[in-house]
C-alpha cells in the first residue's frame, strides 16, 4: 500500500489506516440513526396535539421543556465519556434515546409527553456530544475536514426518518406500532456500529496531532494569538481562562440561533404547512423534509467548501441564504415558497455545527472534551427557550408571523459568526 494517496487537488495526503476507515463509517452509522429515530416522530406530531388535545402553547411548552433534560445530562458527558470512553457512550446513550421515543409515541397526557421529551433529549444530549467527540478523533486520523460528512449523515438519517413518519401518517400506522419498529430496528444497527468504533483512550489522536503539527502552527483561528502555554495564570472556570470560555460561550451562541432555526422545521413545520395551507399529512411533513433534506446536501458539500472559504464565510453566506428564503416564504406565503424557505434555511446553518464543535475542541487551553460539552451543552438552549415563544406567538398572532423568528435567528449567527475559524484547511495539512 502506498503511505501517500492523491486528493482531489493533486496534492499528495497520507493514507487512511483501515481502523480509521471502518471508525468514520461506524461514526456515520450513529449520526445517520440519531437523526432517523427522532425525526420520524416529527410528522406525527400534529396527531400527538389532536389525540391529546393541547393548544399550540401547551404544544410549545412541552417541545420547550424537553431540552431541560439535555441541559441537566449534558453537564455529565465530559465525565461519562472520560470514564468509559465516548464510544460506549454514544452506543449506550443512543440505545436509551430510542427507548425514550417509544415512550414519546404512546403518550397519552400533557405530563407523559413532556416527561418523555425529558428522557429522549438527556440521552440524545450525551449521545450528540460523545459521538461529535469520536468523530473527532477519527477526523484527526484524517487529518482533514470529515466532520461536516458525519452531520451530512445525521440529516440523511432525519430525512428518511421525516418521510417514513409522513408516509406512515398518511397510511395510518398507529403511533406505538412505528415506535416499537424504530427500537427494535435502530437498536440492533447502533449495536453493529458500535463494534467498528476506536479502541483506545479518547485523547490519542489528539497527542499524536499535537506533536505532529509545527511549533508554530496554532490549531485554532480564534484562540490563535494566546497559545496554551503562553496563557497566563488567572481565574479559571471548568480549567478554562475567562478568555477560552468567552469564546466558548460565543460558539455556543452561534448554535443556539442554528438550532432555533432547526427547530422551526422539526416541531412547527408541519404544523405550519396544515394550518397556513390545510395541507395533507404527508404534504405538511415535507417541511420538515424540505430542510433536512437541503441541510443534507450541504453538510456532504459542506467539507469541501469549508476546506476553501473557512468556517467563518461558510456561516457568513449559509445565514444571508437562510434570511432570504424563510423572508420570501412568509412575505409570500404559498406551499411552494414555504418549502422553499425551509429548505434555505436548512442550507444556510448546514456546517454550523461541525464548525462551532471542531473549533470548540481546537480551542488552546480548553481541557480534552469541556470544550465540545459546554458548547453542546449551551446549543441545547436554543431548543430550549425558543418553542414555547413561538408557540405563545402562534397563538396570540399566527403561526406564519411567529415564524418570523427564523430570519431573526439568521441576524444572531451572523453576529456571532465572527468567533469561528477563517483558517482556509487543506487535505493533509
Not at 416564504?329 to 462551532?356: C, D, E, N, Q, V
Not at 470544550?371 to 427557550?385: D, M, P, S, Y
Not at 435567528?409 to 468567533?419: D, H, K, N, P
Amino acid at each position: 500500500m502506498n503511505a501517500h494517496s492523491p486528493s482531489s487537488d493533486g496534492a499528495l495526503r497520507p493514507a487512511i489506516p483501515r481502523d480509521a476507515r471502518h471508525a468514520r463509517w461506524a461514526v456515520s452509522l450513529i449520526f445517520f440513526l440519531n437523526g432517523a429515530s427522532f425525526c420520524a416522530i416529527l410528522p406525527r406530531y400534529p396527531e400527538l396535539v389532536d389525540s391529546i388535545g393541547l393548544s399550540n402553547t401547551a404544544f410549545g411548552l412541552a417541545v420547550g421543556l424537553g431540552p431541560l433534560g439535555g441541559l441537566l445530562a449534558g453537564l455529565f458527558a465530559a465525565r461519562l465519556m472520560s470514564r468509559f470512553g465516548s464510544a460506549r457512550t454514544s452506543v449506550a446513550f443512543q440505545l436509551l434515546a430510542s427507548t425514550s421515543h417509544l415512550a414519546i409515541y404512546v403518550s397519552g397526557s400533557w405530563l407523559w409527553l413532556t416527561l418523555a421529551l425529558l428522557l429522549a433529549q438527556a440521552a440524545d444530549a450525551i449521545t450528540d456530544i460523545s459521538m461529535n467527540a469520536h468523530g473527532m478523533r477519527v477526523e484527526r486520523r484524517y487529518r482533514r475536514s470529515i466532520m461536516n460528512s458525519y452531520h451530512g449523515w445525521w440529516s440523511l438519517g432525519a430525512v428518511l426518518g421525516g418521510l417514513l413518519g409522513a408516509a406512515a401518517a398518511q397510511a395510518g400506522l398507529p403511533l406505538w406500532a412505528q415506535g416499537v419498529i424504530g427500537l427494535v430496528v435502530f437498536g440492533v444497527l447502533v449495536l453493529g456500529a458500535g463494534r467498528r468504533l476506536l479502541p483506545g483512550h479518547d485523547a490519542s489522536e489528539r497527542s499524536t496531532a499535537a506533536a505532529a503539527a509545527p511549533a508554530s502552527s496554532p490549531s485554532a483561528d480564534p484562540g490563535a494569538e494566546v497559545p496554551a502555554a503562553a496563557t497566563p495564570a488567572g481565574r479559571r472556570i471548568a480549567g478554562m481562562s475567562l478568555r477560552s470560555l468567552g469564546l466558548v460561550a460565543a460558539l455556543g451562541m452561534v448554535l443556539v440561533f442554528a438550532g432555533s432555526t432547526e427547530d422551526a422545521g422539526n416541531t412547527w413545520g408541519a404544523l405550519f404547512m396544515r394550518s397556513t395551507f390545510e395541507a395533507t399529512p404527508f404534504l405538511a411533513g415535507m417541511a420538515f423534509v424540505a430542510l433536512q433534506g437541503a441541510q443534507t446536501i450541504g453538510r456532504f458539500t459542506g467539507d469541501a467548501i469549508v476546506d476553501r472559504l473557512g468556517d467563518r464565510l461558510t456561516a457568513r453566506i449559509g445565514a444571508l441564504i437562510a434570511l432570504a428564503g424563510m423572508s420570501l416564504a412568509l412575505l409570500l406565503p404559498t406551499p411552494a415558497t414555504a418549502l422553499i424557505g425551509f429548505a434555505a434555511a436548512g442550507w444556510g446553518i448546514a456546517t454550523l455545527f461541525p464548525a462551532a464543535f471542531r473549533t470548540a475542541d481546537d480551542l488552546p487551553g480548553v481541557p480534552h472534551g469541556v470544550g465540545i460539552t459546554v458548547v453542546g451543552w449551551l446549543a441545547r438552549l436554543g431548543f430550549f427557550i425558543t418553542p414555547p415563544i413561538v408557540g405563545a406567538l402562534a397563538d396570540a398572532l399566527t403561526l406564519r408571523y411567529a415564524l418570523w423568528m427564523v430570519p431573526v435567528y439568521a441576524l444572531g449567527i451572523l453576529a456571532f459568526s465572527g468567533v469561528l475559524s477563517s483558517r482556509r484547511r487543506r487535505a493533509g495539512v
